[in-house]
């Protein structure tokens, strides 16, 4: 069995039973669970000691999810990120079959498409979003590898994924999108 998808299944196994990951995605290396179990939402928030307030960034693996989990996505906003080469998050608004926890208090959710082989395969194979935050404590710079992922974190998860360790290239988090009062596509990061 090759390491993806040893990595896959292991990190099924822990998913589907309430846990937390640390995970490569199409930017950072990241924290991550199902999206929509509260509890494990919960417990990334803990160990990041993050507050509640501060959103986190959903994953899917196609337009077709983001449609399960956002109430009448904007066309103008889809049709975009169709078109970007880069790992791009959208805000949406209307946030629907999604534990309150993750949903900011106006209703909005950021996600993102991801053009990860290993987190899209994973992703299809749990059949759920999975949340991703970047994998180190609030305020601390974010891990550019594997090996800038502090102990506490790696600590403090239930899997850690073999997949991608030794990576050593620099990494950075996605541009984020959403549409203005204007209707019109605003960078926010």
Same mark, same amino acid.
């Given at each position: =069995?090759?390491?993806?998808?040893?990595?896959?299944?292991?990190?099924?196994?822990?998913?589907?039973?309430?846990?937390?990951?640390?995970?490569?995605?199409?930017?950072?290396?990241?924290?991550?669970?199902?999206?929509?179990?509260?509890?494990?939402?919960?417990?990334?928030?803990?160990?990041?000691?993050?507050?509640?307030?501060?959103? =986190?960034?959903?994953? %899917?693996?196609?337009?077709? =999810?983001?449609?399960?989990?956002?109430?009448?996505?904007?066309?103008?906003?889809?049709?975009?990120?169709?078109?970007?080469?880069?790992?791009?998050?959208? %805000?949406?608004?209307?946030?629907?079959?999604?534990?309150?926890?993750?949903?900011?208090?106006?209703?909005?959710?950021?996600?993102?498409?991801?053009?990860?082989?290993?987190?899209?395969?994973?992703?299809?194979?749990?059949?759920?979003?999975?949340?991703?935050?970047?994998?180190?404590?609030?305020?601390?710079?974010?891990?550019?590898?594997?090996?800038? %992922?502090?102990?506490?974190?790696?600590?403090?998860?239930?899997?850690?994924?073999?997949?991608?360790?030794?990576?050593?290239?620099?990494?950075?988090?996605?541009?984020?999108?959403?549409?203005?009062?204007?209707?019109?596509?605003?960078?926010?990061?």
């Amino acid at each position: =069995m090759d390491l993806i998808t040893y990595s896959i299944e292991q990190s099924l196994k822990i998913l589907r039973n309430g846990g937390i990951i640390l995970y490569p995605t199409d930017t950072i290396w990241g924290i991550g669970c199902d999206a929509t179990d509260a509890a494990a939402i919960q417990r990334i928030y803990q160990l990041k000691k993050r507050e509640e307030k501060k959103s =986190m960034i959903i994953l %899917v693996d196609s337009k077709t =999810m983001i449609k399960e989990y956002v109430s009448h996505p904007s066309e103008k906003i889809l049709s975009f990120l169709s078109q970007q080469k880069q790992p791009t998050t959208a %805000v949406f608004e209307k946030a629907i079959n999604l534990p309150e926890i993750i949903i900011n208090q106006d209703r909005t959710i950021a996600i993102r498409i991801t053009t990860d082989k290993f987190c899209r395969s994973l992703i299809q194979q749990l059949e759920k979003p999975l949340i991703s935050t970047s994998a180190n404590i609030s305020g601390e710079p974010y891990p550019q590898s594997f090996s800038e %992922v502090s102990e506490q974190i790696k600590k403090g998860v239930d899997y850690i994924v073999q997949h991608r360790q030794d990576d050593r290239s620099s990494a950075k988090p996605s541009s984020i999108i959403k549409l203005n009062v204007n209707n019109e596509i605003e960078v926010i990061r």
